[in-house]
């Protein structure tokens, strides 16, 4: 049985990281000829385009990538509790779904960051991968930016963004039931 939940868990948590990577590259309105991009697109694309024709997007939100993530952790919710032979509740599903996606969208983000700060201490020249991460977390660090200007060389926006993102995960902890399981 854990073979099977550790299969289940990895299959449906990468696509959910790549359908949350759909969001933000359309909310960032990042570039989509980019390779990396048009890995994302393409292999979100079949599922989310016939969903488009049923969910518009409303205004910059891209609902039907945002329905499909619910989707992805609701199917992965139901696999786990049929494995483990445990009641089905679709509310508890329904709400642990969503708490699920802004969740792992945040621990995606701070991968992101910490990987960004990382490569920009090796990368020299183009590089399509560290272009993608520019473009996906600049608007969270160039507000940050305008207050905490660059001190000596080193850009301490990341670090604000981390402990930031570190702070709300320990805050909705302590409020939100499901949060430190997930």
Request: glycine share 4%; proline share 7%.
């Amino acid at each position: 049985m854990n073979a099977f939940n550790f299969l289940i868990n990895t299959v449906f948590d990468l696509y959910l990281t790549v359908v949350i990577l759909r969001i933000w590259l359309q909310w960032t309105r990042a570039d989509f000829y980019n390779p990396f991009s048009q890995f994302i697109v393409k292999a979100t694309h079949p599922i989310v385009g016939p969903l488009r024709r049923v969910l518009p997007s409303l205004g910059g939100f891209d609902t039907a990538s945002f329905v499909l993530a619910l989707l992805v952790v609701t199917i992965k919710m139901v696999l786990l509790s049929l494995i483990s032979s445990s009641p089905i509740d679709p509310l508890a599903i329904s709400l642990f779904s969503l708490v699920s996606v802004v969740k792992h969208a945040g621990m995606l983000l701070f991968w992101m960051l910490l990987l960004r700060a990382i490569l920009s201490w090796f990368n020299q020249g183009y590089n399509p991968f560290v272009m993608m991460l520019g473009q996906l977390t600049e608007p969270l660090l160039a507000p940050i930016r305008k207050i905490l200007p660059p001190m000596g060389g080193l850009d301490l926006s990341v670090m604000v963004v981390i402990i930031l993102l570190n702070f709300l995960n320990i805050l909705l902890a302590q409020y939100v039931p499901f949060w430190a399981i997930i």
